[in-house]
């Protein structure tokens, strides 16, 4: 039941922008969008969400189209440490309450210098 | 905030054996969801649970169980231990529903 499309890697240079982006032209229209990102032997780490508007917190930017067919995520300046696996998510609603999220293969990002 | 902590950080069983892995969930939060990562497999839901009910179930046998206790910890058992149950097994708790998971480090278990 993955709901969102992502491109298996990406490169970015160190103190530039990553733009990651992600398909999900099939959620409904009262389905968020979340990211998280896993580091090598770490737990996923929340990073955002959105429903329609654009977010802006201290860690990135989520800019979902006006369709919300798709979104970008933004790091405005990658740094090493951002090198991880993305997730673009959109949770599925159980049946008995909560959420549950299906973690699709992700982006790989690699910063570099 | 302290975040969520899961204990044991690694654990090696032995294939028939059973097994307890325990996680706190963050201050406040009351729905704890249980994952399963694997190389083949990526991240899998196991269950959730909320206020000490178990809320929903993932696609696993029933040698996979869980509980919550009236603090909101949780615990997670595997009995017969099998070689494909060496996983990465992740907990995760939220305060509310469409609230962000937020995720501990995880159990590394092995079993040989």
């Known amino acids: 039941d993955a709901k969102t499309t992502q491109p298996t890697s990406m490169d970015c240079a160190e103190g530039r922008a990553a733009n990651l982006p992600c398909n999900h032209s099939?959620?409904?229209?009262?389905?968020?969008v979340y990211w998280y990102r896993q580091i090598h032997s770490q737990g996923p780490q929340y990073i955002i969400h959105?429903?329609?508007n654009n977010e802006t917190n201290e860690m990135a930017s989520l800019i979902i189209t006006e369709d919300r067919k798709s979104s970008t995520l933004i790091l405005p300046h990658a740094t090493l440490r951002d090198t991880a696996v993305y997730y673009c998510?959109?949770?599925?609603?159980?049946?008995?309450?909560?959420?549950?999220?299906?973690f699709g293969t992700g982006t790989q990002l690699k910063v570099e210098l | 905030k302290a975040g969520v902590t899961q204990t044991p950080r690694y654990l090696i069983k032995t294939r028939g054996q059973q097994v307890t892995l325990s996680c706190s969930p963050i201050?406040?939060?009351?729905?704890v969801s249980w994952y399963q990562q694997t190389p083949g497999q990526g991240l899998q839901f196991l269950f959730e649970?909320?206020?000490?009910?178990?809320?929903n179930k993932g696609n696993f046998p029933g040698r996979f169980s869980g509980r919550q206790f009236s603090n909101s910890r949780s615990e997670m058992n595997v009995s017969t231990l099998e070689l494909g149950d060496s996983a990465l097994y992740l907990c995760?708790?939220?305060?509310?529903?469409?609230?962000?998971?937020?995720f501990g480090n995880g159990t590394r278990l092995t079993v040989t």
């Open positions: 201050s406040g939060h009351r729905s």
């Open positions: 649970y909320f206020s000490e009910t178990q809320r």
């Open positions: 959105g429903l329609k």
């Open positions: 995760a708790s939220s305060p509310a529903y469409n609230s962000p998971l937020h």
């Open positions: 099939t959620i409904s229209g009262n389905e968020y």
């Open positions: 998510i959109a949770p599925t609603t159980l049946t008995g309450g909560g959420n549950k999220l299906t």
